[in-house]
């Protein structure tokens, strides 16, 4: 018998998504492959990855729009394609190319989807944290882009849900826009309590809002790690530049353990390499007596980490196509 | 409950700020009847046509053409138009579903052309004094079988036009010859009889042929309330199985 709706099972210790080699394919081509992640409460889980990764498709999977062609989805505890009831009180789905009516306004359309669910949070309160309040009455149709996706966030949380899900929320936006929409994230979010499955494909959205993320490429994870270890693990690549102020041996800085490589252009001395390479390439300039020219310092960034993890150029080009893909299916 | 009573609220609402959509079902009919009735030669009565006039036939055709409008341009254009914008599927990650939302459509889109229909009967039988039915209940019949079948055919336009711009498209090709075949721009009598037996079998020109046969009191025959009745349930029931919700 179905339980009565209004009722979400407790999970406990569970996670509150579970998603354990999660496979979807369109035809022929294999979107999302052997994909596992899990959310735990109050976490954020970034999903990164290019347009045609398979983020999209695995986020409709764990929203219940698709089922799976092999693997297990859990959502609070439940299969949210066969118990969409139990799953879609408790997941606020923020999706992608989705809008309203043009002429419906901003506090319809969040009275229309509070009337959705049985303890909805007030609309009012909604409209005041999310900056919606002066917009109330404005249409769909002139909203700016940043207040569009602040209404669609809004959409997401009016349910009350313990899970948020969150595609592509600051894709289109300009930087104030994207900031301060981040920082609703940060503030709303966590104020909840809220878990956030976040899609992205901005390496600063998921160092800011993430606790972990997953990377994705061509619908595989090839890493699951918090945003700092994510660098780690690409590289521990450091790089130095500088023009010396006197000739140098490059053989000299070769034999440093920390370093990798070490490229002449133009008169600049280009050094990479791992572990305290900066500490170890200025002893040896100040024993050769050479001053190292506008120095400039190169860390790894959560960039780097995603386009060495992701095999960068390469991944761009094969997801032109499955960016048409994505824009015949959507 | 109370969810779906919002939506149909907020369809209702959100038709109220589409003036166009509802100018063609619930001002054009009536407007264009006005026009005919400054027709000198409409007004008077032909014996062929068992002593009614032509703007009394043309009665009958403009409340077809209302259901026309609801069901080939209203009903269709807001279901793509959900769909092509993902209003659809974002609706189907909330509880409610989608398919609540198309039940609001179709309730305000009928309430419109009860709208439509009512205004243009008001106008025919109060101010252009037109025949009033002899046969009331048939009559009434008709009309209420005609908005159900098209509203089941603009279900299934809706159901399966990928986008907004197909189902217009769709709507425009259906239009036309199902206008034709009410009537709309040559009298059904002068269409010979092959078209007329084809005109009875659809939505329209089965409702609009009952109407007029009940109008004066002729017999209305069954055939017609078939053919309804199944532009009723077979549409309706394709749509069910093939709607697509994005």
Known sequence: MIRSTGRVPSVGDMPVIDVQHLTKRYGERTVVDDVSFTVEEGEVLGLLGHNGAGKTTTVECVAGLRSPDAGTVRVLGVDPVARRDVARLGIGVQLQQSTLPDRMRVEEALRLFASFYPCPVPVADLLESLGLAEHRAKPYRVLSGGLKQRLSFALALVGAPRIAVLDELTTGLDPQARRDVWQQVRDVVRGRGVAVLLVTHFMEEAERLCDRAAILSAGRVVALDTPAGLVERAAGEQSLRFSPSAPLDPAVLRALPEVTSVTETAGTVHVAGRGELVHAVMSVLAREGVVARGLRIEQTTLDDAYLALTGGAQDDRADDRHDDREGVRS | ?246
Not at chain 2, 7 to 18: G, K, N
Not at chain 2, 137 to 144: E, Q, V
Not at chain 2, 156 to 183: C, D, E, Q, R, Y
Request: avoid cysteine.
């Open chain 2, 1 to 246: 409950m109370s969810a779906q009573v919002e939506l149909v609220r907020s369809e209702a609402r959100l038709m109220t700020r589409e003036p166009m959509a509802t100018f063609w079902v619930i001002a054009f009919p009536t407007a264009l009847l006005g026009v005919f009735a400054l027709i000198p030669t409409f007004r008077d009565r032909v014996p062929e046509l068992g002593g009614q006039t032509v703007l009394d036939l043309y009665v009958p055709i403009n409340v077809t053409l209302a259901l026309g409008f609801l069901g080939l341009f209203i009903i269709p254009g807001a279901l793509a138009t959900y769909r092509e914008r993902g209003v659809l599927r974002r609706l189907a990650t909330t509880p409610v579903g989608p398919a609540r939302v198309v039940l609001a459509q179709l309730a305000v889109a009928a309430v419109v052309g009860v709208v439509g229909v009512s205004l243009l009967l008001a106008v025919a039988w109060g101010l252009l004094g037109t025949v009033v039915p002899v046969d009331v209940l048939p009559f009434a019949a008709a009309l209420l079988l005609g908005l159900l079948a098209m509203l089941s055919v603009g279900v299934l336009v809706g159901a399966l036009s990928g986008t907004a711009k197909a189902a217009t498209i769709a709507g425009n090709v259906l239009f036309f010859p199902m206008m034709f075949l009410a009537g709309l721009y040559v009298p059904v009598a002068v269409l010979g009889e092959t078209m007329q037996r084809i005109g009875e079998l659809t939505p329209l020109g089965a409702s609009a042929l009952v109407m007029q046969r009940a109008a004066v009191g002729d017999p209305v025959g069954t055939l017609p309330f078939v053919a309804m009745a199944l532009w009723t349930l077979v549409p309706l029931a394709v749509a069910v199985r093939r709607f697509r919700w994005e």
